[in-house]
């Protein structure tokens, strides 16, 4: 499903954050992405959504070369991903609702189709009831349930969050992981950049541990 095929990223100020990176991820799997702050984690996903390019190496996802895709075909690759933020990113002047249909939106989605898919979202998270709520009225684990409900709303092959329960309490954050392990069941790609080492030894999904942009461990 994703597969990075010795991949590298270097800014011309800081020089190589990435080196020599490879793995794959097949359909359906479940795996975090650990390390120092600085490792890479970050830069690992904003490759895989195409908002950095890599400089060497190859990034495939169902077999697709994105380190070469045209600009205009990024905004189409977007929609099949699932993309979820440590800082929520939420538009706090729009309801619960309005948060999680933009995607759709923005893709062209038909109404009455929006609303069905919306709502479909919210009762996976545990939302439902506060649709027509504004984010700043709800508390923080609430409102990472909005972003997850956002990133899913589209139906994507592979789900990609950086610290996504980095803000959170121990109870919380393992709520939100049980979520992701909802949806990996049901077929989709999750990949977690975390810091969270005690949460990730709790879950029995495979660990790729990163230092200075380099893969130092694989644990099974």
């Known amino acids: 499903m994703l597969t990075f095929d010795h991949v590298f990223k270097r800014y011309t100020d800081t020089g190589d954050i990435l080196t020599d990176v490879s793995f794959h991820l097949s359909e359906g799997e479940m795996a975090f992405l650990t390390g120092h702050s600085g490792a890479g984690k970050s830069t690992l996903l904003k490759l895989v959504a195409v908002i950095e390019r890599c400089s060497r190496g190859q990034i495939l996802i169902d077999g697709q070369n994105i380190c070469r895709m045209h600009d205009r075909q990024i905004p189409f690759l977007r929609r099949r ?3 979820i933020f440590q800082d929520y990113k939420l538009l706090f002047n ?3 609702f309005d948060n999680v249909a933009l995607p ?3 893709a062209g989605v038909g109404r009455h189709e929006v609303a069905r898919r919306v709502r479909a979202a919210l009762d996976k998270v ?3 009831a506060k649709e027509n709520k504004f984010p ?3 508390s923080g684990g609430e409102q990472q349930r909005i972003g997850i409900a956002r990133a899913v709303v589209n139906k994507p092959a592979l789900i990609l969050a950086d610290e996504p329960t980095g803000n959170l309490d121990s109870q919380l954050s ?3 992981m049980h979520l992701f392990e909802q949806f990996k069941q049901v077929g989709v790609t ?3 950049a975390t810091h969270d080492i005690e ?4 879950l029995n999904h495979r660990v790729l541990q990163l230092d200075h942009g380099a893969f130092i461990k694989y644990h099974l």
């Open 104 to 106: 759709l939106i923005v």
């Open 174 to 176: 393992a709520e939100i």
């Open 81 to 83: 991903l699932g993309l």
């Open 126 to 128: 545990g939302l439902l």
């Open 94 to 96: 729009r309801t619960v």
């Open 136 to 138: 700043l009225t709800l």
């Open 199 to 202: 949460l990730v030894t709790k």
């Open 190 to 192: 999750v990949l977690i």
